[in-house]
């Protein structure tokens, strides 16, 4: 592997931080296989599964509140 295959730091201007360059072989737009089904994040409120105690786990409040 040269050192054109790696990715680089790069000053980002007016700012303490750096950025990474991609690496190579990759591209920063997604892929649809990356993103999880609405039934896969377990959230009632979009369509997905819920289980037998989810509403008793949404009532109960820690006793500090």
Known sequence: MSSTDRQRIERVPGSRRVKLTPAPGTSAEPVPGDEAPADVTGDAASGGASGPNDD????DVPPHY
């Open 56 to 59: 008793r786990l949404r009532q």
